[in-house]
């Protein structure tokens, strides 16, 4: 049975925990974020590039 | 294992492993939470051995944050690895978050506990100085334009801070210091109660697998960004 009631150390427990999540949350947010966004980046160079292969080629080639 | 070094490799053998560590660390937070809300009050600490739970995940999370830091660091200096200069990059900020967080929870429990937010004893002040470095750590790479400059610059400064960090484990043996000496790694075996050993030793598992994906995916987007970088100038050269 979960024990809920933190009383008379409610006001230091449950910033604890409630920052962890809040700090944990928005480093996660981050990551999942930032790796999203370069590889929308990376898809929309690709599709640039299949206009001028010649130029990119080296670079897709790693990429494979 | 060397072999893993080369960018492409990596993200090959890496790609299913975020995944997996996001639903590890996601089940262990959820049994974790549960775990520590189901045990019972400390006889002395009252609720507040609660914090622990979430504290001492932080801590170590911050101390392994940082070796993985150093080492890389080390890794990126001499083999020149652009990859070991990623895992450099990507383990400073949620390393930061960690000690950040064991920091103000640390802070937290004392209050009720020791009647003060802060001493400045040898362990609270060795962590402080460990956030300083990452801090440093940070500020350092972005001040620099020059990439490979601010990586080697940044990597110099990351393997100064490793010697911080035994200073941190053994500064309450070393000194007398209001904070209390381990109680999970220490001579003789646990001093904790098994009733509250099951929820630390999930949590911190929680952390660690939480911080392995948060890395995972940080350098696998750094490696993603640097190719982006890459086809720009490409791009731009031929435009």
Redesign the interface.
Known sequence: ??????????A??W???G??AL??G???A???L??R???T??RR??E??ER?P???Q???G??? | MFGLAN??RFMRFTAPLPPVLWGVSAVLLAVGT?LS??A??DYQQ???V??MF??VP?ATLGLAAYAALGVSSFFALVFRHSLADAAARAAA??GA?FT??AL??GG??G??MWGTWWVWDARLTSVLVLFLFYLGYMALRSSIDDEQKAGRAAAVLGLVGLINLPIVKFSVDWWNTLHQPASLLRAGGTSLDPVFLAPLLTMMAAYGA?FG??WL??I??EI??R??Q???A??A??A
Do not use: N
Request: aromatic share 8%; hydrophobic share 50%.
């Open positions: 049975m979960l024990d809920l009631d933190m009383s008379p150390y409610a230091f427990v910033p604890a925990w920052l962890s700090v944990l928005a480093v996660v981050r990551a999942v930032s790796a966004r370069w590889k980046e990376l160079l690709e640039d590039s001028r010649q130029a990119t080296g670079a897709l790693q990429q494979r | 960018p492409e549960w809300f189901a019972p009050g009252g609720d507040t609660r914090i979430v504290h932080a900020l949620p978050a950040a967080l103000v929870t937290l429990w209050q009720p939480l994906a948060v995916t940080t696998r987007a993603v960004r190719r982006v890459t086809l720009r490409r791009l050269l031929e």
